[in-house]
């Protein structure tokens, strides 16, 4: 078995600061996400990677950039925080000739003041 | 691009009672579809996929049905319990892109003693 760590669990930001979430997995799975879940509006999808040094936009991508400087990371930042936002960040991994079905790690949760 | 609607949006039953949620999508090319489960504070973890040739599919407690017809798919807790309790999110994945799954909103499921 292997896990998906994402760091900071919870991150508290001042409105126009730039937040970097960060995401680990062991599963060596070739791609990666990010989405936001926002309450009542499911997952956006924000970005993801194929394999190391990938990088392909979402449809919630302007707002942020991400890096994929090695095959078992993935970072995202928040390139300007936006006021009174909250939303909960999920890194997911797939493994290749699973249909991309997703692990999912436990979540960083945002808050700005 | 494809779109997904999930219904409902809450849902509280009792226990032992069953328990329905449907989604719809709009892209016919979409062929591989999921259900995952969100439990209170947790991440989401995968309840089922079925295929674009799987029509019913049986879990523990729980049945799942894909109409491509209608382009709908249904997840139908059968004697619901308490520990049931939790999200449910459904997801397609379309044959254009196979790196993006789109989620539905989400339905916060409450089962009650």
């Known amino acids: 078995g292997g896990i998906i760590t994402q760091t900071p669990k919870f991150l508290i930001g001042q409105e126009g600061q730039k937040l970097t979430l960060k995401c680990q997995q062991n599963f060596n799975h070739d791609t990666m996400y990010w989405y936001r879940q926002d309450s009542g509006k499911g997952l956006r999808l924000i970005y993801y990677?194929?394999?190391?040094?990938?990088?392909q936009k979402g449809d919630l991508s302007e707002g942020y950039d991400a890096s994929r400087e090695k095959k078992s990371s993935f970072s995202l930042t928040v390139t300007s925080a936006q006021k009174n936002e909250m939303a909960v960040f999920l890194c997911?991994?797939?493994?290749?000739?699973?249909?991309?079905?997703?692990?999912f790690g436990a979540g960083t949760r945002l808050s700005v003041l | 691009g494809e779109q997904v609607e999930q219904r409902p949006p809450h849902l509280s039953v009792r226990e032992g009672d069953s328990a329905v949620i449907t989604c719809t999508y709009t892209d016919p090319n979409s062929y591989y579809f999921f259900w995952y489960k969100q439990e209170p504070g947790a991440s989401l973890q995968l309840l089922m996929k079925v295929f674009s040739s799987t029509e019913i599919n049986e879990g523990q407690g729980f049945t799942v049905l894909l109409n491509k017809k209608d382009k709908r798919l249904s997840l139908n807790l059968t004697a619901a319990h308490p520990g049931d309790s939790a999200a449910y999110f459904c997801a397609v994945r379309g044959d254009t892109n196979a790196y993006k799954v789109i989620f539905g909103k989400g339905t916060h499921l409450h089962v009650l003693p």
């Open positions: 997911a991994s797939s493994p290749p000739g699973s249909q991309n079905t997703l692990y």
């Open positions: 990677s194929i394999t190391e040094n990938d990088l």
